[in-house]
């Protein structure tokens, strides 16, 4: 069956420092990945999605960036972190292009800037 | 573009009460529509889908009928259980966009 992990569940950083989370998935390939951020009592706003190794798509823009480096792994990332970062982050994952796919969530990882 | 509206909450209700949370949708072609929800401190769950017209999803006693002539997925269960205490999103998915849309959320909290 497949899993999704994601990395760590709770951070708290200072403003101006860098950020990396990760977010692996198994018993799957190719699959497409997600990240979403969560403001508290908010819904869900989508950050990025990749379709493949190396393609990205933003769909906000933002100090946050997004990588692919290997089919199943899918990082976030900012060189200097805002105040307006904070927020609970989740990374996602579905088959294929299939529209009728659902998404399957991590257990997120919330983020406090300080 | 595609939208997803649903009534935001919060909803408070006794254990064993019926719920309904209404979600109606507006997007082009055949949309799948989906019901995911979330517990305090955790990601998102898929609660069940429905992918044409008429599908019924249902899944731990909950129910989403898939109406598109009235474009709603509302989310039903008859007896609710101080455990069901949660964030519930309605969401889409529609054509070749397999980005899901969701909605707000609506926030449900079942006293004993």
């Known amino acids: 069956s497949q899993t999704i992990h994601q990395w760590p569940a709770t951070l708290v950083q200072p403003v101006g420092s860098p950020l990396s989370l990760e977010c692996t998935v198994e018993?799957?390939?190719?699959?497409?990945l997600y990240w979403y951020r969560q403001a508290a009592g908010r819904g869900l706003q989508l950050l990025f999605y990749s379709v493949g190794i190396g393609q990205i798509s933003s769909e906000v823009p933002q100090n946050l960036s997004a990588s692919r480096p290997q089919d199943r792994q899918f990082i976030l990332s900012s060189k200097k972190l805002l105040l307006s970062d904070s927020g609970f982050y989740l990374c996602a994952w579905s088959e294929g292009i299939q529209s009728n796919q659902p998404q399957h969530f991590g257990d997120g990882t919330r983020l406090s800037i300080l | 573009g595609d939208s997803v509206t649903q009534m935001e909450g919060p909803v408070t209700l006794s254990e064993e009460a019926f719920l309904t949370i209404n979600c109606t949708y507006t997007?082009?072609?055949?949309?799948?529509l989906f019901w995911y929800v979330q517990y305090p401190g955790e990601g998102l769950q898929l609660l069940l889908k429905?992918?044409?017209?008429?599908d019924k999803g249902s899944n731990k006693g909950f129910e989403a009928t898939y109406r598109k002539e009235t474009t709603s997925f509302h989310l039903e269960k008859g007896s609710v259980q101080v455990s069901d205490s949660a964030v519930y999103f309605c969401?889409?998915?529609?054509?070749?966009?397999?980005?899901?849309?969701f909605g707000k959320g609506t926030l449900l909290t079942v006293n004993p």
């Open positions: 018993g799957t390939s190719n699959p497409n």
């Open positions: 429905a992918t044409k017209a008429d």
């Open positions: 969401a889409l998915s529609g054509g070749s966009n397999y980005k899901l849309t």
């Open positions: 997007a082009t072609g055949y949309p799948s």
